[in-house]
């Protein structure tokens, strides 16, 4: 049996991804043994990546007040729920915020803004901020904003933008159960766009949204043909007001099951246990790595 597990790990040094089959069997099989997993998963880790901790410091620079309706998402313009609404920050700000995660050590700066997508002039507007980031202090930086085209994606492009983070969220199947305003091809599309333009992608998913385990594994293998080098896996936190409630499917097993999924079929890219690992993983967390 020890022997299926360290296959998997050979053949991920190879960047050959373990069968369908074999995917599904990592998230459902009864016969799995955890820990022998998770050491599976880890040999690609450590060859690719060693014991690197890479530090990402978020900021919302633009938070509610979004046309779009994605269920899962607490500024969605169906949501009930009570948050901080506010507009994109001021200029000083975002450079306060982003001074600040250079001085902590910060290896990347993200700004996330909501909404569908940036017009052209919020698209040159980032571009200045982008450019004005990178001038002033030694970090990388990454955006969210929301579906892109080839035009914005190019300004962006030169204004130096490292990653653009779009997650895929669920498979293409069940897309239409989480959000009806967009659909999972428009999130390709951006992420063929910026890459196109030589933006890195960072696009995960997010667990708990009432996926089967076919879906995770799509999702996956999605990732992988689009080279993604950098998949945030999260774990719904379930806010009341919103219309995508917990599906009480994640226990930290299959949590980790799912990362180790990931880290096997995309063995070079950093899959990062990303938004509500702490409420899902609890005394677990440190068997991420
Ligand atoms: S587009 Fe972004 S901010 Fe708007 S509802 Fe969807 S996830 Fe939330």
């Known amino acids: 049996m020890l ?3 360290a296959r998997l790990a050979e053949r991920s040094l190879r960047d050959e991804p373990p069968s369908e089959a074999e ?12 820990l022998p997993l998770l050491h599976a998963a880890s040999v690609p880790r450590r060859r690719w990546f060693g014991n690197k901790v890479m530090v ?9 007040l979004c046309p779009e309706d994605c269920g899962y998402c607490a500024q969605n313009r169906d949501s009930k729920a009570e948050i901080r609404k506010y507009a994109m920050k001021s200029d000083e700000e975002i450079f306060a915020e982003a001074e600040h995660a250079a001085r902590a050590g910060a290896t990347r700066y993200c700004m996330v803004l909501s909404g569908r997508g940036p017009t052209l002039e919020r ?13 002033r202090w030694p970090v ?8 892109l085209d080839e035009e914005r994606a190019r300004i962006l492009a030169e204004a130096g933008l490292d990653r653009l983070n779009h997650n895929l969220n669920t498979s293409e199947s069940r897309y239409a159960e989480i959000c009806s305003t ?9 992420l063929v766009a910026a890459r196109k333009c030589g933006i890195e992608a960072c696009s995960g998913l997010i667990m708990g949204m009432g996926e089967a385990s076919r879906d995770l594994v799509e999702v996956a293998f ?11 896996v999260n774990f719904l936190i379930p806010i009341e007001g919103n219309q995508v409630v917990s599906d009480g499917s994640l226990t930290p097993e299959r949590c980790l099951r799912a990362l180790a ?6 063995p070079r890219a950093e899959i990062r246990a990303a938004g509500g690992r702490e409420g899902h993983l609890r005394a677990l967390g440190a068997l991420c790595a």
């Open 261 to 266: 999924l990931m880290r096997l079929v995309n």
């Open 222 to 232: 999605k990732l992988r043909e689009l080279e993604v080098p950098s998949i945030p």
């Open 140 to 147: 990388e930086v990454c955006l969210s904003v929301g579906l």
């Open 56 to 64: 990402h410091i978020l900021n919302n620079v633009q938070n509610g």
């Open 3 to 5: 022997e299926a597990y």
């Open 23 to 34: 995917a599904l069997w990592i998230l459902d099989g009864r016969d799995v043994e955890l």
């Open 182 to 190: 967009h659909d999972f091809q428009d999130r390709v599309a951006t």
């Open 123 to 135: 698209t040159r507007k980032l571009a200045e901020l982008i450019r004005g980031v990178k001038q």
